[in-house]
């Protein structure tokens, strides 16, 4: 197991070091070591610094925050519901954000938030979203309840969504807001950082002060409940810190789709089926991937840009076919 996580450590450095390399135009290493550590810098280290310190550099470390928050919110999620198939947004957070984002792209929002419109209905449509499923869930426990709940709420705000894009008056409008759909991290600054970076922090906290809890949920309700646990309070309490997780990371980047879903079944695979594990495992997996996932985004087809959404779909789903025809090829 160390041998796995020296590795998966030893990759993310050299992911961290090579990724800022790409871009609209490639920057060798030694160029923007250059940059950084010249004693004159003349006017086009001056240009590359400031195109790696400002551009590159808060892009990728929130590239890897999205890859961690998502991979331990699908853990959280396939948990929860005790299905293999969930992902972070099987709650319907996601359209809920998605619908506030496209509101304030197309109707403006509200003029003295100016920047802030976008993030700020994004996280009050996730708000919004999440609060009606806990409202329909009741104090029910059942798993089933939950998904079902979840995946009519994604059906309605998508569809809400789709009525705002049709009412649009722009077609600039429509692209910016079918770009944000399908996520971007363009435009991420330093700023955007530290929230993100609290929030994560305080989700990773949570899962290992519960992650023995979450191995007794696994052998399922009734058990857990002999076993002393209060299964509805740490239901709660998951769907809760997932929901605020995901609706910052929404809020800023866009709906990113099959990372939640993917990631955990990798960490798995390579760690085992334990939490504690997984909250070491699924980390790594999701920075490093999410990193070059980044990087494909921006370099296919430079110096235009993929969102990055289209490219975690069309890389994460044959992988997941895999995943599954792999661990259920002996069943019927």
């Known amino acids: 197991m160390k041998l796995k996580i020296v590795g998966l450590l030893i ?10 390399q790409f871009g609209a135009s490639f920057i060798p290493v030694w160029d923007m070591y250059q940059a950084f550590t010249s004693p004159v810098p003349t006017d086009e280290m001056n240009m590359l610094s400031t195109i790696v310190q400002d551009i590159r550099l808060p892009r990728l470390l929130y590239s890897v925050l999205t890859g961690i928050g998502l991979s331990l919110v699908g853990v959280l999620m396939q948990t929860v519901t005790r299905n293999a198939l969930a992902d972070p947004y099987v709650l319907g957070v996601s359209s809920g954000a998605s619908t506030g984002a496209v509101f304030a792209i197309i109707m403006g929002g509200l003029p003295f938030l100016a920047s802030y419109n976008v993030p700020f209905f994004a996280a009050l449509g996730a708000g919004i979203s999440i609060l009606l499923v806990l409202l329909c869930v009741g104090r029910s426990q059942s798993p089933v309840k939950l998904i079902l709940i979840g995946m009519g709420m994604t059906g ?4 809400i969504t789709m009525m705002i894009i049709y009412g649009a008056k722009h077609e600039a409008q429509v692209r910016s807001a079918m770009f944000w759909l399908l996520g971007s991290f363009a435009g991420i600054q330093w700023r955007d950082l530290p929230l993100t970076a609290i929030i994560i922090g305080l989700l990773m906290l949570y899962m290992y002060m519960y992650k023995q809890d979450f191995d007794v949920l696994l052998l399922g309700q009734q058990e857990a409940k002999q076993m002393g646990l209060s299964v509805k309070s740490l239901q709660l309490s998951m769907v809760i810190v997932s929901s605020v997780a995901i609706a910052t990371l929404v809020a800023k980047v ?12 990798l960490a798995r695979m390579v760690g085992g089926p334990k939490h504690g594990r997984l909250l070491i495992f699924a980390p790594l997996i999701g920075s490093i991937v999410m990193i070059w996932a980044d990087v494909l985004s ?11 959404g289209v490219l975690t779909s069309l890389l994460g789903a044959p992988l997941f076919i895999w995943i599954i025809m792999t661990r259920y090829r002996h069943q019927g």
């Open 156 to 159: 309605i705000f998508s569809s």
């Open 254 to 265: 866009g709906v990113v789709g099959f990372m939640g879903l993917i990631i955990p079944h």
């Open 298 to 308: 921006r370099a296919m087809y430079s110096p235009e840009e993929i969102p990055i």
């Open 11 to 20: 990759l993310l450095v050299i992911s961290l070091v090579i990724a800022p």
